[in-house]
């Protein structure tokens, strides 16, 4: 048990709806900040005016990953004036699976004693040992939940079903580090969508740029716009008119990508880019295949370009690579073009 996996958690919090409709954040442990108990409230179904209920959101603020379990309260618990209650947990990690069945016992803590006390003595408890067990209320053991298992967790094979060969236009932005903005209404589908797209550049393993449930908030987007690139997810259609946010428009509802002027020229596609268009395609199309081996062949194709990259680099002046350099090799524009982003991303162009 890796001491460094159970430091993990920051925090838990309790936020509780009356029975006079009032929402209010009521006990936390050890703390939370003032700006993220304010995100985090905004993030609780129970506090917006629209009546969807749901069991689970996570997200990224600052740095730090929420999830937030939110249930009703059926009659007769100790929780005599309370309706309904969500289970706030914070963490450096993305691991949404693990943190989803740690709050699923602590739920069922509060349910039966109404006391934040238990809770904190189980968190407690994982946070020193990396385990929480009770009878009634099932047990936990953090190595249990691997971080590689939570990366794989989404269906990369659903989201290539949906846009087929404009998986491409993902798969470049995400290579050039480009600001991917996802739209849609409902949020279980926008969270599921967006943890995958990380795996298609498996070689980082970086959840750190995905933000998949953002407000239009000036909090929220002084906090995004901190990130060089990113995948955001967000429910307010309003974001389409935002162009300052993203290079790269996904509307999830009408499955359309849209590449914005500004980026256009850096994501210009060549015969490499429907290359390896086709390999993703074939890869997700054959029933065969696993999601984590069309995650695979995706990388093995993506170590190629990278290899061959470096291997430009290694001819240039203090491993560095400059148009001039690239010239020299008469690519075609379109992949010349590519090669000299992607070498800005991988820091590998002499500034």
């Not at 309370?82 to 709050?103: C, G, R």
């Not at 509307?251 to 390999?279: C, F, R, W, Y």
Request: with cysteine; net charge negative.
């Amino acid at each position: 048990m890796a001491a460094t996996e159970t430091q993990l958690m920051l925090s838990v919090g309790l936020i509780e709806k009356d029975v006079n409709g009032d929402t209010l954040w009521v006990w936390c442990y050890p703390s939370v900040g003032s700006d993220l108990r304010q995100v985090l409230l905004s993030k609780c179904c129970l506090t917006q005016d629209s009546r969807d209920f749901h069991t689970f959101v996570f997200g990224q603020f600052c740095r730090i990953w929420y999830y937030i379990t939110t249930v009703e309260v059926q009659e007769p618990t100790a929780l005599n004036k309370v309706t309904h209650f969500s289970i706030v947990v914070t963490a450096k990690d993305f691991n949404p699976e693990k943190y989803a069945a740690l709050s699923r016992i602590l739920c069922r803590m509060y349910t039966k004693h109404g006391s934040p006390v238990k809770m904190m003595e189980a968190y407690v408890t994982v946070l020193t040992k990396g385990i929480c067990q009770s009878d009634e209320n099932g047990s936990f053991l953090i190595k249990d939940y691997d971080v590689r298992k939570a990366y794989l967790a989404g269906s990369v094979k659903d989201v290539v079903s949906q846009f087929g060969m404009e998986t491409i236009i993902l798969y470049t932005a995400l290579m050039l580090k480009k600001r991917i903005v996802v739209h849609h209404p409902r949020i279980e589908a926008l969270l599921e969508f967006t943890r995958v797209l990380p795996t298609l550049t498996w070689h980082r393993k970086d959840w750190s740029i995905l933000h998949p449930y953002v407000h239009l908030t000036d909090t929220e987007l002084e906090d995004l716009k901190k990130c060089p690139g990113y995948v955001a997810g967000f429910l307010d259609p309003e974001v389409s008119n935002r162009s300052d946010l993203f290079d790269v428009y996904v509307n999830l509802p009408d499955s359309v990508i849209t590449v914005s002027q500004s980026a256009k020229e850096a994501m210009a596609m060549g015969k490499l880019h429907k290359d390896i268009g086709h390999l993703i395609v074939q890869s997700a199309e054959d029933a065969e295949r696993s999601d984590s081996q069309v995650i695979k062949d995706i990388s093995v194709k993506t170590k190629e370009i990278l290899a061959n990259l470096v291997a430009l680099a290694e001819e240039c002046e203090d491993s560095k690579i400059t148009l001039e350099g690239l010239k020299q090799h008469h690519f075609p524009p379109a992949t010349e073009n590519f090669l000299f982003h992607l070498a800005a991303a991988e820091q590998l162009l002499r500034i």
